[in-house]
Structures are given as C-alpha cells and as structure tokens.
C-alpha cells in the first residue's frame, strides 16, 4: 500500500478515480467541486443529473469526461457542527470507506482525494486529515492513493503530522 500526501490541485490527477466533496444536490458548487466539474466539463452535470443527488456520507460515481482521471466519485461531507462531533466523525469516515468501496468495484487501483468537509462544510482540517489517513490506510490497503491538499494551511499539518506521508 501506498499513501502519500502532496499539495496541488486535483483535476490535474492522471488517477484512476478522484473524489469530489460534493453537496447532496450532485448539481455542482464552489471548492473543489466546482473546479471538477469546471475541468471535467459540461457533460458531468448532465450525468450528474440523471443521479438523484447523494446522501451524506454516500458515494456516486460517473466517468471523468475531459479529466485524466477515468472515474469521478461523488460523495457528501458532513455540514461540521461542533455540538454533533460523534455523528459528524462517522459520516466523514463513511464517505471514504464508501468511496473506496465503489472504487474497488470499479476496478480502480489509484485514488486521489480532496479533505472532505474541510473547506465550506466548516470541518477542522487537523482532525479531517486524521481521519482520512486512518480511512485511506484502513480500507484501500491494496490501491495506490494520495491525499491533494489545495490550500496552504492544510498542507501546513499534513507537514507537521504526517511528515512520513510527504513526498
Ligand atoms: N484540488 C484539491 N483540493 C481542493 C481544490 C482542488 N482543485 N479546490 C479546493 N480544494 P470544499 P467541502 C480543497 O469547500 O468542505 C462545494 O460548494 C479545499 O481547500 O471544496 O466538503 C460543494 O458543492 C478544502 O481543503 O468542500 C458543497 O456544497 C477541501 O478541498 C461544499 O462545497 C474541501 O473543501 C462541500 O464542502
């Protein structure tokens, strides 16, 4: 197994997959949704479309379209909310043990991922990156994956916590 954790901007990851931290419209957004699908193009909404929205903490799949990456999957952050820590914990983890899930179904043997809800959904990046290590090594044991952290705050503690992790 290979984790690693790189700053960078993940539309330019010629992967296999790469995660959206999407909203539950699967219509599109801000963050690193909006730069999906304004990199994979329009035929992504239109698939998304035909999807029915996701509910937290559940993944979706589509294809990459003008992305390198093949596959995108779609999942849905917690909204972070301090006074529902546990509840939030738990649907964080389920976003990256059910991506993972449908990517292992797909076939796929790398994996680039965004923080999940660590941008507009408010979670705190400190303990959103912990999670998404422990999940990444738990469940996709057997897949080459990398964390790409966008802003320059989060690649900070991924600096201090998980210096091991950096290239
Ligand atoms: N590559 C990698 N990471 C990125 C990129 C990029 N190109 N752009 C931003 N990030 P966010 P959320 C980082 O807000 O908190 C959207 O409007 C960003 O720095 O994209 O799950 C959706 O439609 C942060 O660390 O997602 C939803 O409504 C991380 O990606 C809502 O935001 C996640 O930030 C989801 O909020």
């Not at 546990?86 to 990256?96: A, H, N, P, Q, V």
């Amino acid at each position: 197994m290979a984790l690693r954790i790189e700053h960078g901007d993940i539309t330019k990851y010629g992967v296999d997959a790469i995660v959206n931290a999407a909203n539950s419209s699967l219509l599109g957004g801000g963050g690193v949704d909006g730069a999906i699908h304004r990199a994979a193009g329009p035929e992504l909404l239109a698939e998304c479309k035909t999807l029915g929205g996701c509910p937290t903490g559940e993944a979706k799949i589509t294809k990459g379209y003008n992305l390198m990456a093949k596959w995108i999957l779609h999942t849905v952050g917690p909204i972070y909310n301090e006074n529902r820590k546990d509840e939030c914990e738990e649907l964080l983890k389920s976003c990256y043990k059910n991506s993972i899930a449908l990517a292992l179904l797909n076939e796929c043997k790398s994996i680039a991922f965004p923080l999940i809800s660590a941008g507009v959904y408010g979670y705190p990046k400190v303990e959103a990156l912990d999670i998404a290590v422990s999940c990444i090594q738990r469940f996709a044991d057997e897949m080459d994956t990398v964390i790409v952290l966008f802003d320059a705050e989060a690649y900070e503690i991924a600096k201090r916590n998980y210096s091991e992790l950096i290239a």
